[in-house]
């Protein structure tokens, strides 16, 4: 028998969304994780995928400007060879840095939406992954802005992104540390993050539409349309919030100080799992 979401899941669920998402805290490793301790259920990976459509409506609208200006030049650079500058070129970066996370997400759709949940996974993924952020600080030179960006470093943003299929590791984390290794500026790195993630979650969030409503695996909740639009215009606007905020704080703050609260969750996480608190799946 399938299980309905409440309502107070799916506000709080996308609260959360809207909260985590540009964090590089990993917004569907909290989802799994607040849905498994508070409501002891899953509310599934096609679930938050939808959601995410909010977060990106506030990430187009956040960088509008900077949108429309890339696409015209875009267009306009392929009809004219002397019109090819730098808009231009990002562009073609974007388009570059989104190939491989389509293609792996689409391979590997069904381990997303299953095992890829398990809550072991999630935590190893928190802890791990905090120490590449601080590797990446450390490392860095922090001289490049996206203007001085190269095709190799949009390729490596890209590749990096694909880590962000699994949950715990977070895209915003993953592809703004591969920018800090090839000698981005931070705010330069979680901006370009940004926009490389528009098409693969707008994609990713109309490719589940279909699935959001029926689970993909035991365990998982069922949500009703209104309870997704819902979850979706909240997590709208506190994504909106969140891009403002974490902009101004990466201009000035290390990537460190996520880290020690992944490093705290993921511990918190291994040891509910340890103690038969909480399901792994």
């Not at 069904?110 to 928190?126: D, E, F, G, K, P």
């Not at 920018?179 to 109309?206: D, K, N, T, W």
């Not at 695996?217 to 506190?238: D, E, K, R």
Request: net charge positive; with cysteine; hydrophobic share 55%.
């Amino acid at each position: 028998m399938t299980e309905t979401m409440s309502w107070l899941q799916a506000v709080v669920l996308g609260a959360l969304q809207g909260l985590t998402e540009f964090l590089p805290i990993s917004s569907s490793g909290h989802l799994r994780i607040v849905s498994q301790i508070w409501f002891g259920q899953d509310a599934g990976a096609a679930f938050t995928a939808v959601t995410q459509l909010g977060t990106e409506l506030a990430v187009l609208i956040f960088f509008a400007k900077d949108i429309w200006r890339i696409v015209l030049a875009w267009f306009g650079g392929l009809r004219n060879p002397e019109r090819r500058g730098v808009d231009y070129r990002i562009g073609w970066y974007v388009i570059l840095a989104t190939i491989p996370i389509g293609v792996l997400g689409f391979v590997f759709r069904h381990q997303i939406s299953t095992a890829a949940r398990n809550l072991w996974l999630v935590a190893i993924m928190l802890i791990l992954f905090s120490f590449v952020f601080i590797a990446a600080e450390r490392v860095g030179s922090r001289s490049k802005s996206i203007e001085t960006m190269t095709r190799r470093d949009a390729i490596a943003m890209g590749l990096a992104q694909c880590l962000a299929l699994i949950p715990g590791v977070s895209r915003s984390g993953a592809t703004a540390s591969a920018g800090l290794f090839v000698g981005m500026e931070r705010a330069a790195a979680f901006r370009f993050s940004f926009l490389i993630a528009i098409p693969a979650v707008v994609a990713s969030g109309l490719f589940s539409l279909k699935d959001a409503f029926e689970p993909a695996a035991a365990g998982q909740v069922t949500a009703s349309g209104p309870q997704i639009v819902v979850a979706t215009a909240i997590a709208f606007v506190l994504g909106y919030v969140s891009i403002a905020w974490l902009l101004k704080f990466v201009s000035h703050h290390s990537l460190a100080w996520f880290a020690g609260y992944r490093i705290a969750l993921g511990l918190l996480v291994i040891g509910l799992l340890a103690g038969g608190v909480i399901s792994a799946t």
